[in-house]
T-cell receptor, first 113, second 113 residues
């Protein structure tokens, strides 16, 4: 069964820092890996999706990488801002059918002004 | 606006009183899914549906029912709610799981007393 782990569980940084959030998965036979953002009391917002054949995806100040062979993905946030404060979740699609989505427990990020 | 709409946002009910949480999407997505989110356990899949009249169990289906009579709607039914079903529930949809990203609803916070 796929297991997804996110490290660290919580992270606090001053505004302007570049930071990396880590996500690891136990079964490399995934279809894709997604990163989401969740604000307190709110739903999930999709940030980036990396297909299994891709190595990275970029959107603005966000860059997500995928290394299937090592079972790892990273989310890089450049020049962090207080508005980036949220919980970041990664989720792997597959391998037991592409209809399954296994989530990590998230990294709670706090960016201080 | 493309979205997944859940209702209600908040619900407090008593043990054993049947309830339905509605989910509707306006993107003509074939795939829809329900998740529950609990502290320390993360997001776990309850049920999913690949298309109209096609549903299947996720990781934690006990105590829940679903139906998919129309493409846009995927209600979650708790026939006899118990306190251990107190949780934050999310509905999600996608064009094709494993190939495209998911759109999540804003969540339903359910409390069973």
């Amino acid at each position: 069964k796929q297991e997804v782990t996110q490290i660290p569980a919580a992270l606090s940084v001053p505004e302007g820092e570049n930071l990396v959030l880590n996500c690891s998965f136990t079964d490399s036979a995934i279809y894709n890996l997604q990163w989401f953002r969740q604000d307190p009391g709110k739903g999930l917002t999709s940030l980036l999706l990396i297909q299994s054949s891709q190595r990275e995806q970029t959107s603005g100040r966000l860059n997500a990488s995928l290394d299937k062979s090592s079972g790892r993905s990273t989310l890089y946030i450049a020049a962090s801002q207080p508005g980036d404060s949220a919980t970041y979740l990664c989720a792997a699609s597959g391998p037991s059918g592409y209809s399954t989505l296994t989530f990590g427990k998230g990294t709670m990020l706090l960016v201080s002004p | 606006e493309a979205q997944v709409t859940q209702n209600p946002r908040y619900l407090i009910t008593v043990t054993g009183k049947k309830l339905t949480v509605t989910c509707s999407q306006n993107m003509n997505h074939e795939y829809m899914s329900w998740y529950r989110q609990d502290p320390g356990l993360g997001l776990r899949q309850i049920y999913y549906s690949m298309n109209v009249e096609v549903t299947d169990k996720g990781d934690v289906p006990e105590g829940y029912k679903v139906s998919r009579k129309e493409k846009r709607n995927f209600p979650l039914i708790l026939e006899s709610p118990s306190p251990n079903q107190t949780s934050l529930y999310f509905c999600a949809s996608t064009v094709s799981p494993g190939h495209y990203g998911y759109t999540f609803g804003s969540g339903t916070r359910l409390t069973v007393v």
